[in-house]
């Protein structure tokens, strides 16, 4: 009999997916909302951006070089950020589902954590290695 835990190790850390499961968690909830004035325009901009820091970092993931990996997952950040924001605003018109926002809100907000910590540690390795942007430099 084989009483050994599993190996963490084992299992693979998937930002992709775990952005996709984001959003698929997302429509869910946004799908039970009443449909009402105030909701439409929150649920389009939440939705907008809680579908595109995904696929934000699914670019982020095809960059053409460190700069635009820096860049894209600024742009993860932005995104984040963004659907935290209309996450609060829902869950303050939807008293009745503060709950479920409160868990997307945790979500995204771990999600910023990852993205911040990405982007600081790529750039740290760009200084260490010397890289530099692909910008000229006209000062004298």
Do not use: V
């Amino acid at each position: 009999m084989n009483n050994q835990l599993p190996n963490l190790q084992t299992k693979k850390f998937d930002l992709e997916e775990r952005t996709a499961k984001f959003a698929e968690n997302l429509i869910d909830l946004l799908k039970r909302l009443p449909d009402n004035s105030i909701n439409k325009r929150m649920i389009s901009q939440c939705m907008g951006s809680g579908g595109s820091l995904g696929a934000n970092y699914c670019e982020a993931n095809e960059a053409e070089s460190r700069m635009d990996f820096i860049h894209k997952i600024g742009i993860c950040k932005k995104e984040t950020k963004e659907t935290k924001h209309w996450i609060r605003l829902l869950a303050y018109a939807n008293p009745e589902f503060k709950e479920d926002f409160r868990k997307m809100w945790k979500e995204a907000e771990e999600l910023l954590l990852i993205f911040s910590a990405i982007g600081r540690n790529t750039k740290q390795k760009s200084q260490f290695s010397g890289t530099k942007s692909h910008c000229l430099d006209f000062r004298a």
